[in-house]
């Protein structure tokens, strides 16, 4: 099992920047492939991004690909969210989640067996 903490949360304006982390309880962090989702209100949790356990490939959903960029330190049991160029609605609580042990990358929401508590992101217009 693997305990997931989010942090790098915060209150940015439009255009700027910011670096969500997640850190991993464990020392099997290296046999997750790992994601990021997120929230706004009223809405469903959709996917953000996903690494490979290597860290080798990725993979982003269309809405973020070319501003976001994941990445994952296995040896700090850490995986991160690069975020630049926000826009508003990249509003949302933003939660990394942990597949199965040994599984591939996955970006299905129902495919992570761990979450975190999750971080908040507000981007102001």
């Known amino acids: 099992q693997v305990q997931l903490v989010e942090s790098g949360g915060g209150l940015v304006q439009a255009g700027g920047s910011l670096r969500l982390s997640c850190a991993a309880s464990g020392r099997t962090f290296s046999s997750y492939a790992m994601g990021w989702f997120r929230q706004a209100p009223g809405k469903e949790r959709e996917f953000v991004a996903a690494i490979s356990r290597s860290g080798g490939s990725t993979y982003y959903a269309d809405s973020v690909k070319g501003r976001f960029t994941i990445s994952r330190d296995n040896a700090k049991n850490t995986v991160y969210l690069q975020m630049n160029s926000l826009k508003p609605e990249d509003t949302a609580v933003y939660y990394c989640?942990?597949?199965?042990?040994?599984?591939?990358?996955?970006?299905?929401?129902?495919?992570?067996?761990?979450w975190g508590q999750g971080t908040q992101v507000t981007v102001s217009s």
């Open positions: 989640a942990a597949h199965l042990p040994n599984g591939h990358i996955v970006t299905m929401l129902h495919e992570y067996a761990y």
